[in-house]
């Protein structure tokens, strides 16, 4: 398992543990001791995962004070143009979006610190994302950013998307916390 940092602080590219033999294959996806001493103490209070048709964009999502979380995602099926926003106002990663290819092949993950925003976009096949977060679930705390006002240049145009993320804020009325 290796640990690459990324152009946004404490957020890190996963490149995980995996062999394959006649039988199929196995991958390592999280491993504690590895996250601790690399990146931060990360521990896995939920996991959960979507899957979605082609052309399907979801985000921007995160969860506010005092249930904001850090997060780890991976693609199982198919992939993703996974994207992520700092939302932290003294980042000098603030405002700006990065992409990143996750797929079945490739098998990475990102750690997505707390602050941070995170959409995806499906290109192809029908695709499946899991998740492990360090909090629970909290509905009063979930939020968003509208997708379309941020500085990005996206590789699509109009995606399926959900009335929720049709009705986020945009990044120049939200007032970030973080």
């Given at each position: ?49 979507t899957w ?97 006002s ?29």
């Amino acid at each position: 398992m290796k640990i690459e940092a990324t152009e946004i602080p404490d957020c890190y590219l996963i490149h995980a543990f995996q062999q394959q033999d006649q039988r199929g294959g196995f991958v390592k996806t999280y491993h504690e001791q590895i996250f601790d001493n690399v990146a931060f103490d990360f521990k896995i209070r939920e996991a959960y995962y979507t899957w979605s048709e082609p052309n399907v964009f979801r985000g921007f999502h995160f969860q506010l004070p005092p249930k904001d979380h850090a997060k780890i995602v991976f693609c199982n099926v198919g992939m993703v143009t996974d994207y992520v926003v700092d939302l932290r106002k003294k980042s000098e990663a603030y405002g700006k979006v990065y992409a990143f290819q996750l797929n079945e092949d490739n098998r990475m993950a990102i750690l997505i610190p707390r602050g941070c925003a995170h959409g995806f976009y499906v290109p192809s096949k029908k695709s499946m994302l899991t998740y492990m977060v360090e909090t629970c679930y909290s509905p009063n705390h979930d939020t968003g950013i509208l997708w379309s006002s941020l500085d990005y240049e996206f590789d699509f145009n109009n995606p399926v998307t959900s009335e929720r993320d049709t009705g986020f804020p945009a990044i120049d009325e939200f007032k970030s916390p973080f």
